[in-house]
């Protein structure tokens, strides 16, 4: 280990807080419960369906007219969508006749993802907590990671969020964090140059692409990582990104599929396959008639305090096939239709959607899609009233000018006259890129 000092002081104290923490009884307690879980068990997923489904029903407004019904199953309940779950939040959770939710530690996060548009989930710590960390502790074994180590995590990161962390769930590692690279950005070149390759890492995960970017960082300075397992999340990788990940790193790639609605869903086998974890999230792929390809819908079989059934995630799988790998659950050939998002500049250079998108939304506009047809333009059509948002565009466009200067990055023109572009399969994707993508590393600091 070749720190910085001041990290390699941090480093150590994280390690011994985290051994110290293994001899609780909190951790040997939690620890107990993942353990116990974690062997895949369909006749409990069963049980876990029929609870959730009759908790819906009896306590969740939004069901209340499938009261009705003498048993309804999964098929009686109707699709839902991300603006189902903004639009009837309240609706969505479920309480007793007196109007008390069930008892334990509530938390509610916002999701915006790719989408720009935030929904409100409640959730406790005793059901989506404890899923993801059962889930978590599965493809730890699978990939075979020691019980304690490191991590380097390259997911999207809060603002604030501290270079090293102690996590003790599923298995106690220092954990540390690091944004996307980018060489224009001071802070972030002395993080990685501080880091990258000066402490062993036994886990490499986050999203797609910017684990493709740290392979390419570490192989053009000659840096050997050698972790037991890459884990790439959130957005489909493209193989060239994974043989370079793979070459980089020495070690296959584990595609992780989640949705930000029922957390982790399913991991890929040795043979390139994903595996949903029906027991806990279970799938629906159903390909219309004649076609290959279908939408996956999901139910989150913990989510009593606020049902998830029959999600319909708007990413698309083909239809489910057998594996002998071994492994359980549903399984599909992988994601397909997820497509990168990024935005190009008049310089050539390769930017992430999401400052911006974030940006959007925060300035409070109802509904927008950005549309990019030639290098530094982005179209922007809106809905809803054109001045407000020809508002928010010149104050973006003015910071926007701001930090780029003339002849690099882009600004966004307003189109509220233009209607909104739909997908193949009738998706509205926040951003459609028509331009052929450079394959060079995303730059995230702009705004
Ligand atoms: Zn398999």
């Known amino acids: 280990m070749n720190l910085p000092s001041d990290l390699a002081h941090e480093f150590e104290r994280l390690r011994e807080r985290i051994t110290r923490k293994t001899s609780s009884r909190w951790f040997l307690e939690k620890r107990r419960e993942i353990e116990s879980l974690a062997p895949y068990d369909p006749d409990r997923g069963r049980e876990r369906l029929d609870h959730l489904l009759a908790t819906a029903v009896e306590r969740a407004p939004y069901y209340a007219a499938l009261r009705a019904h003498e048993q309804p199953g999964l098929r009686d309940f109707p699709r839902i969508r991300k603006n189902d779950l903004r639009e009837h939040f309240l609706d969505f959770v479920t309480r007793d006749a007196t109007g ?38 599965r493809f730890s074994a699978f990939l075979g990671l020691p019980d304690s180590g490191t991590v380097l995590n390259m997911g999207l990161l809060f603002p604030g969020t501290p270079l090293f962390e102690p996590v003790m769930l599923p298995r106690p590692y220092v954990k540390c964090n690091l944004r996307g690279y980018d060489p224009d950005d001071p802070g972030i070149v002395a993080d990685y140059e501080a880091v990258v390759g000066r402490f062993p890492a036994d886990q490499i995960t986050g999203s797609s692409h910017r684990v493709i970017t740290l392979a390419r ?83 989150s079989l913990v989510s009593t305090p606020m049902p998830i059934i029959r999600y319909v995630t708007g990413d698309l799988a083909p239809r489910p096939v057998e594996c002998g790998c071994g492994l359980p659950g549903t399984v599909t050939e992988g994601l397909v239709g997820r497509t990168r998002s990024s935005l190009v500049g008049e310089d050539g250079a390769v930017y992430s959607p999401y400052s911006l998108l974030a940006a959007l939304a925060a300035a409070g ?83």
Do not use: W
């Open 365 to 447: 506009l109802p509904d927008y899609q950005v549309v990019q047809n030639a290098p530094g333009t982005l179209d922007l059509v809106t809905a809803g009233p054109a001045e407000p948002a020809a508002a928010c565009v010149r104050d973006l466009n003015t910071l926007l000018a701001a930090y780029f200067g003339a002849g690099q990055g882009f600004r966004l023109r307003h189109r509220p006259d233009q209607d909104f572009q739909f997908t193949a399969s009738g998706k509205r994707n926040p951003v459609v890129q028509h331009l052929a993508l450079p394959d060079i590393p995303e730059r995230s600091a702009y705004l």
């Open 100 to 137: 008390r939710m069930a008892p334990g530690a509530f938390f509610l996060s916002q999701t915006s993802g790719s989408t720009g548009q935030p929904v409100t989930l409640l959730s406790t710590a005793e059901t989506g907590g404890l899923l993801n960390n059962v889930i978590r502790e």
């Open 217 to 299: 960082y570490c192989l053009e300075r000659g840096i050997a990582l050698r972790p037991h397992g890459v884990v790439a999340t959130y957005e489909h990788m493209p193989d060239s990104g994974r043989r370079l990940v793979e070459e980089a790193f020495d070690c296959p790639v584990t595609m992780l599929y989640a949705t930000a609605e029922t957390g982790y869903a399913a991991f890929e086998c040795g043979q390139g396959r994903l595996h949903f974890q029906d027991d806990f999230v279970l799938p629906e792929i159903e390909a219309a008639d004649g076609r290959e390809v279908g939408e996956i819908v999901l139910t």
